[in-house]
């Protein structure tokens, strides 16, 4: 397993650092939560981790240095990560969507095709995100949570090695919630996971370690209790949660 290391990471938008010299270190299996007010360079920071923005400093997963490569590339090294929209095929069954998240190497066709047997990966996702009774159903028939479940899969049938989930659980129930903290762990057990999120009661649930995020600069980091324990925190952010 691999962790994620970043170092004096900066991202400016016509002058302005939205990331200002973030500098952090996920270690591998852990579960990070990055927490921060509104504008704080949560999801920034994600876009620079993926390449989706251009960055200064440097960001390593494991080995390999990811800044300065093509979204493509980064992807390929195992690095995935989720949109706040759930991006499902929602015309195709949810085994359709696993299927062609999973399918390099195959044309459209034969990924269309009714298969007698289903990849030994696509069935091991469908088990962990829990809708292997629900494979045959259309994406776009599911319950909110169960789309992001699935856009989760598709993640790892693609063997993410890193995970970046950009609120997760934004507009799913109680139960959903849970279950979606279930998942982070059955994940985290092979893979090191980042969870951007604005819900701190889910944080307090299942995050293993916080990054708290403040004006595109690191805040406060550690447990959850040491978190929340800061007064830095208390008073930019949690004391009005
Ligand atoms: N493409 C862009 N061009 C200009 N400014 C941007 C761009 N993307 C983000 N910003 C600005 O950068 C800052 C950080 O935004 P970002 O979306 O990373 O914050 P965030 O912590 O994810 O916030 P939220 O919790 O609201 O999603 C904000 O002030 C935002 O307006």
Do not use: C
Request: glycine share 10%; hydrophobic share 45%.
């Amino acid at each position: 397993m691999s962790g994620l290391s970043i170092r004096d990471l900066r991202v400016t938008f016509d002058g302005f650092a939205a990331v200002d010299g973030v500098s952090l270190d996920v270690a591998p299996g852990d579960i990070r939560f990055l927490i921060g007010p509104n504008g704080a360079g949560k999801t920034t920071l994600v876009d620079a981790v993926t390449g989706l923005v251009k960055a200064s400093g440097s960001v390593r997963f494991g080995e390999q240095a990811l800044l300065g490569k093509p979204v493509h590339q980064i992807a390929r090294l195992g690095i995935g990560r989720t949109f706040q929209t759930a991006t499902v095929f929602e015309e195709l069954t949810v085994l359709q969507n696993l299927d062609i998240a999973a399918g390099a190497g195959r044309g459209p066709w034969t990924m269309l095709r009714r298969r007698r047997s289903v990849p030994a990966a696509v069935a091991e996702a469908l088990e962990t995100i829990g809708l292997a009774d629900q494979r045959d159903k259309l994406a776009g028939t599911l319950a909110h949570g169960q789309k992001q479940w699935l856009e989760i899969g598709m993640l790892l049938v693609q063997d993410v090695k890193l995970l970046l989930l950009d609120e997760p659980v934004a507009g799913m129930s109680h139960e959903e919630r849970d279950a979606t903290g279930a998942l982070l762990g059955v994940v985290s057990a092979d893979r090191t996971v980042v969870v951007i999120e604005h819900d701190m009661d889910f944080m307090r649930s299942f995050a293993r370690t916080v990054t708290v995020l403040h004006a595109g600069k690191v805040l406060s980091e550690g447990s959850v209790a040491e978190v929340q324990a800061d007064p830095a925190v208390q008073q930019v952010y949690l004391g009005a949660a």
